[in-house]
């Protein structure tokens, strides 16, 4: 059973904004290459650098599937995430981090409500 078309203008937005955040989150990982460590430890670190990635691109995924879920996990990474790093962080820091997965969050509510 099809429940989402493909045609849903919101689900669509909210997909490629997710595929385009993930691969922001790759910019973060350059900062690997500006230490002086060997070959082993800068794969590693590379590879933990990659998980954020790999989850926002698995959460559009499944969000994809099931927009309502989509909406309420985007939201409560945001929120989680602002919470966590206020004091820590500037606040163009959550701007860049947090307002993209907010935006995330809207987009997937509209694409629910588009259908119902």
Not at 7 to 23: P, V
Not at 70 to 88: H, Q, R
Request: charged letters at 10%; glycine letters at 6%.
């Amino acid at each position: 059973m099809q429940m989402f078309r493909s045609s849903n203008k919101w689900l669509f937005a909210a997909r490629g904004i997710g595929i385009f955040y993930a691969l922001g989150l790759l910019i973060f990982a350059g900062d690997v290459f500006t230490k002086n460590q060997n070959v082993t430890q800068a794969i590693l670190d590379l590879l933990l650098h990659f998980i954020p990635t790999a989850m926002a691109l698995f959460l559009t995924l499944i969000a994809h599937k099931r927009p309502l879920a989509g909406a309420i996990i985007f939201a409560v990474l945001a929120i989680v995430y602002i919470i966590t790093g206020w004091s820590n962080m500037h606040w163009t820091a959550h701007v860049l981090i947090a307002g993209p997965l907010l935006l995330l969050s809207f987009l997937y509510l509209m694409a629910y409500k588009s259908v119902k």
